[in-house]
């Protein structure tokens, strides 16, 4: 099974390595082959979105998922909500079974808050995590401004590195704790376990 992954940014791309891990544990013997797609800013639309997804199916994919944010940063906003994204993904692309879209409402470091405690440990600082639900936190102080608030107090001083930071604070975390607080991310990982026959998150 050979499946792309449309995303944003070199964030989600970093996330693979978690991703591949978390799935390994659980398809075991019928692993598919994953190939993120990074677009930096935001991911194509209309018919360029169909095009591409058209022509990494001709190119030897079984699947392709799209990944979005809703607030891709265009004025007006291309999305309203996480479900107007999705609609009009699938409307962009056409009726095809083989194209599976889905969005956050903010941005990719929602799946990270979970992870709080060794964000603040890297970090070292001793901020509280935010409050609420992960994938809600507010849009006009979203989850990487959050995380980099907290670097920026912090011992070291130094900024955040989606790249190098994400990478760290995932590092032998269980995706499973993300994905029962997180449920974009429970539905982008179900869609893998699905596709390749595995037993879906409850």
């Known amino acids: 099974m050979k499946i792309a992954v449309i ?33 930096h800013g ?12 058209e022509n990494l199916l001709k190119d030897g994919y079984d699947h392709v998922i799209a990944v979005t944010d809703v607030y891709t940063g265009t004025q007006p906003p291309e999305f309203e909500n996480a479900q107007d994204a999705i609609d009009k993904m699938r409307r962009w692309v056409g009726d095809n079974p083989r194209f599976h879209p889905h969005a956050a409402q903010h941005d990719f470091e929602a799946w990270l808050l979970p992870y709080w405690s060794t964000i603040q440990k890297i970090a070292g600082h001793n901020k509280r995590a935010p409050n609420g639900q992960p994938e809600t936190v507010n849009h006009n102080n979203p989850p990487a401004y959050r995380i980099g608030e907290i670097f920026r107090i912090g011992e070291s001083g130094r900024s955040y590195v989606k790249t190098r930071d994400a990478k760290k604070i995932l590092e032998g975390q269980d995706l499973l704790v993300s994905a029962n607080q997180c449920p974009t991310l429970k539905s982008f990982i179900n869609t893998i376990l699905s596709l390749c026959g595995g037993e879906i998150i409850p």
């Open 42 to 53: 935001r991911i194509p639309t209309n018919s360029k979105l169909k095009r591409l997804v």
């Open 7 to 39: 995303c944003e940014g070199k964030t989600e791309k970093t996330f693979k390595e978690s991703l591949d891990k978390f799935l390994k544990q659980r398809l075991s013997g019928n692993m598919p082959a994953l190939r993120f797609h990074p677009y």
